[in-house]
């Protein structure tokens, strides 16, 4: 059975204080990892999609990254507005799509 | 705008009573998806289509259906719900089944 585990379930940083989430997975035959931001009551909103070990994307002050067992989300200097749960799901090649259970970034000014 | 609309975004029923949560995306959507997301479990896949009359099954069907007789459509039907399947629902559209783009969701109560 394909599993996404994320950690930590919770993170609180200050403004401009770096940090990496993780996504570890296990799957039979990885299609495509992807990163979703959601806010509070709100749909997940598509950030990246990584197709193969050693790829890399970037999009302001995040920066997803893959490797054969796990992804990590880089947040650089992050501000109060990136203050979310970051999503990470897993595609196998069936057209489901597994989740993990997400990491929650608290952002202090 | 692209957008995934879903309707009703609150519902709250009795137990037993058939309802139904209409989907509706104007991007031309080849895939179709429906979670549910829970508190400690993340979103879990109920149904999923590929296309217009191709469905199937998701890893929690138990309880729900789907049709997809539009390309734009995918509703949603809980036929018996229960106080079980009180959770947030999310309806998503594909181009390709890879980068899903999500609805605003519908929050459903069964008391």
């Known amino acids: 059975e394909d599993q996404v585990t994320q950690s930590p379930e919770a993170l609180r940083l200050q403004e401009g204080e770096s940090s990496s989430l993780n996504c570890s997975y296990t799957v039979s035959g990885l299609r495509g990892l992807f990163w979703y931001r959601q806010d509070p009551g709100k749909g997940p909103e598509f950030l990246f999609t990584l197709y193969s070990a050693g790829e890399e994307k970037e999009k302001e002050r995040l920066k997803a990254t893959l490797t054969k067992k796990e992804s990590f989300l880089h947040i650089t200097a992050p501000k109060p507005e990136d203050s979310a749960t970051y999503l990470c799901?897993?595609?196998?090649?069936?057209?489901?799509?597994?989740f993990g259970a997400g990491t929650t970034v608290t952002v202090r000014a | 705008e692209a957008q995934v609309t879903q309707n009703p975004r609150y519902l709250i029923t009795v137990t037993g009573k058939k309802l139904t949560v209409t989907c509706s995306q104007n991007m031309n959507h080849e895939y179709m998806s429906w979670y549910r997301q829970d508190p400690g479990l993340g979103l879990r896949q109920i149904y999923y289509s590929m296309n217009v009359e191709v469905t199937d099954k998701g890893d929690v069907p138990e309880g729900y259906k789907v049709s997809r007789k539009e390309k734009r459509n995918f509703p949603l039907i809980l036929e018996s719900p229960s106080p079980n399947q009180t959770s947030l629902y999310f309806c998503a559209s594909s181009l390709t089944g890879y980068g899903y783009t999500f609805g605003s969701g519908t929050r459903l109560t069964v008391v």
């Open positions: 799901a897993v595609r196998t090649n069936d057209y489901k799509l597994s």
